[in-house]
T-cell receptor, first 112, second 115 residues
Framework: NAGVTQTPKFRVLKTGQSMTLLCAQD?????MYWYRQDPGMGLRLIHY???????AKGEVPDGYNVSRLKKQNFLLGLESAAPSQTSVYFC???????????FGSGTQLSVL | AQSVAQPEDQVNVAEGNPLTVKCTYS??????LFWYVQYPNRGLQFLLK??????LVKGSYGFEAEFNKSQTSFHLKKPSALVSDSALYFC?????????????FGIGTKLQVIP
């Protein structure tokens, strides 16, 4: 029982490159979230999903896209990375009848 | 719109003393309130939640929090701090009305327990 797993754990990109962050969960979560954590800014919601095939924008969606083709996976994409996207990214999930969020261990992304 | 404010960047407390980490919130409907803790280089871990009922909720590791509707506050407390409680603490809120599923976090408060 792995819980919520994020890959990769670390990544360095050059400006303009693209990448995809994967969040995989085996806890049957209906709801999944992508946050970024920056010093002095706390956690800010990028996008979220309330079920397979559905996604919605959070507070800071610009420059990111997401997909939830399968219930257990929630992908976060950066089409053209910018230095402002240097951050630690966290995925989280929860069941529809349980308010407790389970977090992954994070992805540290640097964009040079 | 929903929001959370954590007015203190850092709280310092001596080991064995009581601790309080402050949180105020703003929602249109009824709030669901949460506290999470983050240890260095780790993801966030759930501590406790308020959904409804008793205003004093108890959580993991001896922490508790008091919901105060009139003051729109949800302060985290512990009667006797441990050095191992030193971490980053986040308050969060979800507006429970209208099927709204966004969970909004505060900026976090660093708790430093001094031996």
């Amino acid at each position: 029982n792995a819980g919520v797993t994020q890959t990769p754990k670390f990544r360095v990109l050059k400006t303009g490159q693209s990448m995809t962050l994967l969040c995989a969960q085996d806890m049957n979560h209906e709801y999944m979230y992508w946050y970024r954590q920056d010093p002095g800014m706390g956690l800010r919601l990028i996008h979220y999903s309330v079920g397979e095939g559905t996604t919605a924008k959070g507070e800071v969606p610009d420059g990111y896209n997401v997909s939830r083709l399968k219930k257990q996976n929630f992908l976060l994409g950066l089409e053209s990375a910018a230095p402002s996207q240097t951050s630690v990214y966290f995925c989280a999930g929860r069941r529809y009848n349980n308010e407790k969020l389970f977090f992954g261990s994070g992805t540290q992304l640097s964009v040079l | 719109a929903q929001s959370v404010a954590q007015p203190e960047d850092q709280v310092n407390v001596a080991e064995g003393n009581p601790l309080t980490v402050k949180c105020t919130y703003s929602v249109s409907g009824n709030p669901y309130l949460f506290w999470y803790v983050q240890y260095p280089n780790r993801g966030l871990q759930f501590l406790l939640k308020y959904i409804t009922g008793d205003n004093l909720v108890k959580g993991s590791y001896g922490f508790e929090a008091e919901f105060n509707k009139s003051q729109t506050s949800f302060h985290l407390k512990k009667p006797s701090a441990l050095v191992s409680d030193s971490a980053l603490y986040f308050c969060a809120v979800r507006d429970s009305s209208g099927g709204y599923q966004k969970v909004t976090f505060g900026i976090g408060t660093k708790l430093q327990v001094i031996p």
